[in-house]
């Protein structure tokens, strides 16, 4: 597998201004986002210069990327001792007996569309699903791990560019007997069912992770789209109010690009869409949430064009799965 060369310069989030940016030099820089930066309040020197130290860091980051990740699954091997070895390899009794009826149907020889519609939520927006996916028991076990891991003092990467607060499931060793099979022989019926376009030949590769949202950190999610053809959203829990998501239209759609529709929340319960559905998440107001994410990704779709870029993938090596391109011609 590989990543597309523009990993190293696009999708720059700011943070603090709410903006995805792309960064070659900080001449080219300047010339392309200097206004827009003024308009959403970096009007000083001292602003500008913080901007750019951001970025810095983050052009660091991913230059290392290779590295940092070796480094900290060598850590997390050595180091690292699980609290519930048996949440790292599926189980039915782990699934919500609704989910495993909802997969068990779309297997079945004849499954359809509108059959599929008796056994799961449409949300009042268009491709965008809800279904009962975890136990609540599964979901306190694994949040039991993943707050035992974070209490361990070994390093941990960040779940994506937005979030600050999370941790990347395969560097803990989900990947082998949990993701792959809930991916593979769970979600992806599912998927060729109700995103046939998006599947292409399959769903072959995933990155999946937690994210944290709380008071003092993170607390909300900006309108974004996702690196993934197909993701599903899975709340663990904790106890909290606030944090709805919200979606809009699709990516470059010319429709209105305001949010039309909110989804609650629910302990267990998935949320499934597009990766190139635009949505963000309405901060939350008291408490900790925690949700489990998986974006799921066709080679035989990004390999045609690079959802960071929209341009034909520049192929670099990963030593993992990367951001799910392949050689295929």
């Not at 359809?112 to 076990?141: H, N, R, W």
């Not at 959802?307 to 391109?325: E, I």
């Amino acid at each position: 597998f590989f990543i597309c060369a523009c990993y190293f310069s696009h999708n720059i989030f700011l943070k603090v201004y709410k903006l995805h940016v792309v960064f070659n030099n900080e001449k080219e820089f300047l010339e392309c986002y200097g206004a827009t930066l003024k308009q959403c309040g970096c009007d000083t020197a001292e602003k500008l210069d913080d901007v750019l130290a951001t970025i810095q860091v983050e052009v660091k980051r991913r230059a290392n990327r290779e590295t940092d990740r070796a480094n900290r699954c060598d850590a997390i091997a050595q180091k690292y001792i699980a609290l519930h070895r048996d949440a790292y390899a599926i189980k039915e009794s782990y699934l919500d007996p609704a989910f495993i009826r909802i997969v068990k149907y779309c297997k079945s020889p004849g499954s359809t569309v509108d059959g599929l519609m008796e056994l799961i939520t449409e949300e009042k927006a268009d491709g965008i699903y809800s279904f009962p996916v975890f136990t609540e028991d599964y979901c306190t076990m694994l949040l039991e791990e993943i707050n035992h891991f974070e209490c361990a003092g070994v390093p941990k990467g960040r779940p994506n560019t937005m979030n600050n607060k999370g941790v990347l499931l395969a560097e803990m060793g989900f990947d082998e007997s949990l993701m792959n099979p809930l991916r593979d022989q769970y979600l992806l019926p599912i998927a060729r069912l109700l995103y046939p376009e998006w599947v292409g030949r399959s769903l072959d590769s995933h990155r999946a992770f937690i994210v944290q949202y709380s008071m003092g950190s993170d607390t909300d999610l900006c309108y974004h789209y996702d690196n993934a053809e197909v993701t599903l959203n899975v709340c663990l829990g904790k106890t909290f109010t606030g944090g709805d998501l919200y979606f809009g239209p699709m990516k470059g759609a010319k429709a209105a690009p305001q949010p039309s529709h909110v989804y609650q929340h629910r302990i267990g319960r998935g949320v499934l869409h597009r990766g190139y559905h635009m949505h963000g998440a309405h901060p939350i107001t008291a408490g900790e949430r925690c949700n489990f994410i998986i974006w799921m990704r066709s080679s035989s779709v990004r390999n045609l064009a690079c959802p960071m870029c929209n341009h034909r993938p520049q192929l670099v090596p990963a030593s993992d799965t990367g951001d799910g391109f392949t050689d295929d011609k």
